[in-house]
């Protein structure tokens, strides 16, 4: 609070961000490089206190904010293993990619929101960004259908421009009718824990050649059979990340909670040896927004944008968000750079932002996901449950030695891959992977 | 150590850095909570903030001490007041 009433009689700001996480640090930097005053504010005790996510970032997104990340920002592991799983209850089928390439230009790494956020905001005040945390912004202040300020437990702030970066929960963009109340369908809740382990057994157990190597695990499959989610390992410098997804709607048909999930996918075969005599540090949650395209709220009014979580920006599909975050607000950044110079905050220049956000990757690979979720959740038993059991028996079949002939036990499970479904339900999954086909691939 | 992996939730809870204010930040109706007749509060919760207080399953009672802020709850039900705690209050994720 301190922060603010010193600046009390002071100008007001060009533009006030509402939210230190990644997008809203983004936006405030782009504005502050452009001699903007700008305003951030954070209702956690420090950066980063109230944020979570499952726990890798993307470098092109962040090059283009802070160029100077790799060499400075407290960054965890480079992930050089990609792993995916697809899983049974005593069973896996999994592929990894490892890359080993040097100076690969995108990478992806592992960060702790803490430390990075930290980071970010300290660059972020280098270039003139004023931060406030343990500010709470209560309301927008609204006057002749323009947003002029915003209102905290103490006092009124007034900026031509708010940015709106509160995250999934936006209470702001839903109290100024930018976006209607969430549905179950729309969220997903995430649950994960934090392991400590010495680094050295991270090497071995992930199979990675030093201390700055990193590895991912993305699982399909078990504990999700019957209800969509998806499971998560990914690896820090010390410590181990490991959680889950789960579509909040299907949640609410099982009796399991949450934190049940991240126990059976804790006790799987394949991961219990990995978090082995780690110690808990920490348990988390988050909700991640899955509306997807057809949820993007309306991104902007007079005087105001919506970024990052709070825009509902994330590609569930491929496991992205902070990367869309930080361009979303960069983007709202431009835009109200744009409005300042012309000294028009009104809809007219800030529809600007809308056409930057549809112009780029963000728009164009949520339009491109955006029936894939409903898709799997229509044909739920297929593809959670039928086809992960089939490519493990297939799997199993064929590094078994029976002493049956090939010719026979291939026959076999051909004959007990059609015999368990019908050829209805084959032509059903087979016209969803081709809607799924077409809507990446036809505009 | 292993047996740390099914540990309940209240001992995880123990591990995160929470500051509690006196009064909660959550607030329910239990006139209405006492129709409720599919209370999602009580499994969407990633931290058993909903509980009933007994086995006539009519009281919720809300431990708003282990609320992580995810809202998972206010999205399943329309009739908690739900809001962020006060500043100073809440969680501090320390790694995130």
């Not at chain 1, 992806?108 to 500010?135: H, M, N």
């Not at chain 1, 979720?373 to 229509?378: D, G, I, L, Q, T």
């Amino acid at each position: 609070m301190k922060y603010l009433s010193s600046l009390k009689n002071k100008p007001e700001f060009d533009v006030i961000v509402v939210g230190a996480g990644p997008s809203g640090v983004s936006a405030a930097i782009t504005l502050a490089q452009a001699d903007k005053k700008v305003l951030l504010i954070e209702r956690g005790d420090y950066p980063g206190s109230k944020n979570m996510y499952g726990g890798v970032m993307y470098s092109h997104a962040i090059n283009e904010i802070f160029p100077n990340f790799l060499d400075e920002a407290p960054i965890e592991r480079i992930i050089r293993k990609h792993n995916y799983s697809v899983m049974l209850e005593n069973e896996s089928s999994n592929i990894c990619y490892s890359g080993n390439i040097k100076n690969d230009k995108n990478i992806s790494f592992t960060a702790l929101r803490s430390k990075f956020d930290k980071w970010c905001i300290e660059q972020a005040q280098k270039k003139g960004v004023i931060y406030a945390p343990r500010t709470l912004v209560k309301n927008l202040i609204v006057k002749d259908n323009f947003v002029v300020g915003v209102k905290t437990e103490i006092e009124e702030i007034y900026a031509p421009i708010t940015i709106i970066a509160d995250g999934v929960n936006s209470l702001l963009s839903k109290e100024i009718g930018l976006r209607e109340d969430i549905e179950p369908k729309d969220v997903a809740i995430s649950v994960k824990e934090v392991y400590k382990l010495n680094q050295n057994t991270i090497n071995e157990r992930f199979n990675l050649l030093s201390d700055d190597d990193g590895a991912m695990i993305e699982c399909l499959g078990y504990p999700f059979n019957e209800i969509l989610g998806l499971s998560f390992v990914y690896t820090n410098k010390d410590s181990i990340a490991i959680g889950v997804g789960i579509s909040l709607d299907e949640l609410t048909k099982t009796s399991l909670r949450p934190y049940d999930y991240l126990d059976l996918f804790k006790n799987h075969p394949n991961i219990k040896p990995l978090i082995k005599d780690g110690e808990l540090i920490e348990y988390s949650a988050h909700l991640i927004p899955e509306g997807g395209y057809k949820k993007i709220p309306e991104l902007f009014t007079n005087g105001a944008m919506v970024v990052g979580d709070a825009a509902m920006l994330v590609n569930n599909v491929n496991f992205e968000g902070t990367n869309l975050a930080l361009i979303s607000g960069h983007l709202a950044a431009k835009t109200a750079i744009i409005a300042l110079d012309c000294n028009d905050s009104s809809k007219n220049t800030l529809k600007l932002y809308q056409k930057f956000i549809k112009e780029s990757f963000i728009y164009q690979d949520l339009k491109s996901f955006k029936d894939i979720m409903n898709y799997v959740k229509k044909r739920k038993q297929s593809f959670l449950d039928f086809y992960p059991k089939e490519l493990n028996l297939f799997l199993k079949t064929f590094v078994e030695a029976n002493g049956i002939a090939k010719r026979k036990v291939y026959l076999n499970f051909i004959l007990q891959f059609l015999k368990s479904r019908s050829i209805i339900e084959l032509f059903k999954d087979f016209f969803t992977f081709v809607k799924i086909f077409l809507g990446v691939f036809i505009k | 150590m292993n047996e740390n992996i099914n540990l309940p939730i209240e001992t995880r809870l123990y591990k995160t850095k929470i500051i509690n204010d006196e009064k909660s930040h959550l607030i329910v109706d239990n006139e209405i909570c006492a129709k409720c007749k599919n209370p999602l509060c009580t499994i969407v919760c990633p931290a058993n903030v909903y509980k009933f207080q007994d086995e006539t399953k009519k009281v919720i009672m809300v431990n708003y001490e282990n609320c992580l802020e995810c809202g998972a709850c206010k999205i399943c039900c329309k009739h908690i007041k739900w809001n962020y705690p006060e500043v100073r209050y809440g969680v501090n994720y320390k790694f995130g």
